[in-house]
């Protein structure tokens, strides 16, 4: 619940400074009506991949790379910043009107805590001493969205600073870097 409250409260720093209520929308359905990027000028993604009910988003091939299909978009006024593997990204925008918009596709995400990633090809392996859990449960990731979203629009994070203390907040007994996402089953 202290999760809506904050988002029913939310602010954020206009161009000029200026602290103002902040609207975050959070959607399952298409399209999105991104206003766009804030470095470049290119229009952004207005659906999910495309997909195959009961399929996985996340595909290992062959050759062991990770493909992820994009089954969840996460935008804000506040700069995006680098990614997990320190690539910096453009800044994907909300919807004109909102200064935050998450959309995460209907499906059901499974979440592994307890997992290290071993190598540059995405391979996991379970931490000696840890208990892993496995939740799939879809609230968890919206929660992790959502509040995501709402310390990159209203505090200003970065993606990293963001992830970081959403992971800290909702799994404070793990290492940020032992939770995994690994699959999510399109509905």
């Known amino acids: 619940m202290q999760l809506i409250s904050d988002l029913s409260q939310a602010t954020y720093k206009d161009d000029n400074g200026e602290i103002k209520s902040a609207k975050i929308l959070y959607q399952t359905e298409e399209p999105f009506d991104f206003s766009g990027y804030k470095e470049i ?7 999910y991949s495309k997909h195959t009910k ?3 988003a996340v595909v290992i091939d062959r050759l062991r790379r990770t493909h992820v299909q994009a089954f969840s978009y996460n935008a804000s006024v506040t700069t995006y910043g680098k990614d997990n593997s320190g690539k910096t990204q453009n800044t994907l925008l909300p919807k004109e009107g909102f200064q935050g918009q998450v959309a995460i596709a209907p499906g059901t995400p499974t ?3 307890g997992y290290r990633e071993v190598n540059e090809i995405h391979e996991f ?3 000696k001493g840890q208990e892993p ?4 449960k879809r609230k968890d990731l919206i929660k992790h969205e959502l509040r995501e979203n709402l310390y990159r629009t209203q505090e200003g994070k970065s993606y990293i600073e963001a992830h970081t203390l959403t992971n800290k907040q909702y799994f404070p007994n793990w290492n940020v870097n032992d939770i995994k996402l690994l699959k999510f089953i399109w509905k």
């Open 41 to 47: 000028d290119a229009k952004p993604h207005n659906a």
């Open 54 to 56: 009961g399929s996985d």
């Open 111 to 113: 979440i592994f805590l």
């Open 125 to 127: 392996e379970q931490i």
């Open 133 to 136: 859990v496995i939740t799939n």
